[in-house]
């Protein structure tokens, strides 16, 4: 199933992300997913062209699915995937792993495209599109 999700981040969890129940704290988990929101934002040049366009991605929602307590010490994987586009929107599908590869949390994204310059939404680029599709896994929701 991971070879669905073709960008991964491996991270390791931090003692402070622990809780008083001896297990990683949801709000950690958010963390996770925002830090590999980010990556994918880097890995599709997203982030890159906000640098010169000042037209970017913004979070709308985003969810999470908790299936599996995480411990310190130890190691996760979070592997994502567009899930969807849609005009001025497009979707990340996360998959939190641990190090047995075992799915601890499921997370949805929806990213809408924005331009800061006029604060409006704009649509998905044929540049992400393309990109999005070479991944692999992408239902064509257009």
Known sequence: ???????????????SE?????????????????????????VCRL????????IGPI???TGCHFKEP???????VVASR???IKNTSFGIHHQILNEEGKIAAEAHDVIVMFDFNTNEKVPVSAEFKHFAKSQGGLADHE
């Not at 982030?47 to 000042?54: L, P, S, Y």
Request: aromatic share 18%.
């Open 82 to 84: 567009v899930e969807f």
């Open 1 to 15: 199933m991971i070879h669905e999700f073709p960008i991964k981040l491996p991270l390791r969890i931090d003692w």
């Open 18 to 42: 622990m809780d008083l129940f001896g297990h990683v704290n949801n709000v950690a988990y958010f963390k996770y997913i925002q830090a590999s929101r980010v990556h994918c934002w880097e």
């Open 70 to 76: 995480l411990f310190y010490p130890g190691n996760i």
């Open 47 to 54: 982030a890159e062209d906000f640098g010169t366009t000042r």
């Open 59 to 61: 979070l709308l929602s």
